[in-house]
Structures are given as C-alpha cells and as structure tokens.
C-alpha cells in the first residue's frame, strides 16, 4: 500500500509541474471560455456522478450543463477543426493525447497487480 501512495504522490507532482509550466507559457494570451465544451462536460460529469452518487460532481455538471447551454450562441466562436490547426499545436494535443493514453495503460495495470496482491 506504501508503494501506490508514492505512485500517486509523483503523479501529482507530475501534474502540478506540467500546469505550471503551461501557465507561465500561456501566461500572456487571453482565452476566451469555451462554453461547448462547458457544456459537454457539464453531461460528461453529470452521467458520472450519478451512478457514483457523488454529490459534488452531480452539482458542478448540473452547473457546467445549465453555464454552457444559457451560452449556446457561442458555441462556435471557439470551434477549431483539427486541419485548422497550427502544426505546433497539433503536436502539442498528440503529445498529451499519448501521454494520456499511456497513464491510462499504467493505472489500469497497476489497478490489475494490485488486485492480484502482487504490489
């Protein structure tokens, strides 16, 4: 059990270093709020809280649902098509889609070896 604490320590810390070297590159640039994906995600945590019955993501989806569909007419100021896209920046969103993927393809095994009582 001492081992997955450290691993979800350095994985935290992964993650906290990772946004603050994406903030201070981003530091100077005005984004404007993406109310379709507000609105995506609103369901997104909506469908998840329910059947976890988790009070908190219940509230917050039913939040991000109502913020994006009242800011419907916006919707497609912030649309971007992948063949629209900088090459800089679709390597950037490859690069973090693979290491998604891959810290996905690790917690599923560590989850597995933990289960089996190997960890």
Not at 10 to 25: H, Q
Request: charged share 15%.
């Amino acid at each position: 059990m001492d081992t997955i604490f450290w691993i979800i320590v350095a994985i935290l810390i992964i993650a906290v270093i990772l946004s603050a070297i994406a903030l201070y590159v981003n530091r100077k640039r005005k984004v404007k709020t993406d109310f379709y994906g507000l609105f995506v995600i609103g369901i997104l945590w909506l469908v998840i809280g329910v059947p976890l019955n988790n009070f908190a993501m219940i509230v917050l989806g039913a939040i991000f649902f109502v913020v994006g569909l009242v800011n419907n007419r916006h919707w497609k100021e912030n649309r971007k098509n992948w063949k629209k896209l900088k090459k800089k920046h679709m390597i950037m969103i490859s690069i973090i889609a693979a290491l998604s993927f891959i810290l996905l393809i690790a917690g599923l095994v560590i989850y597995y070896l933990v289960q089996k009582g190997t960890v």
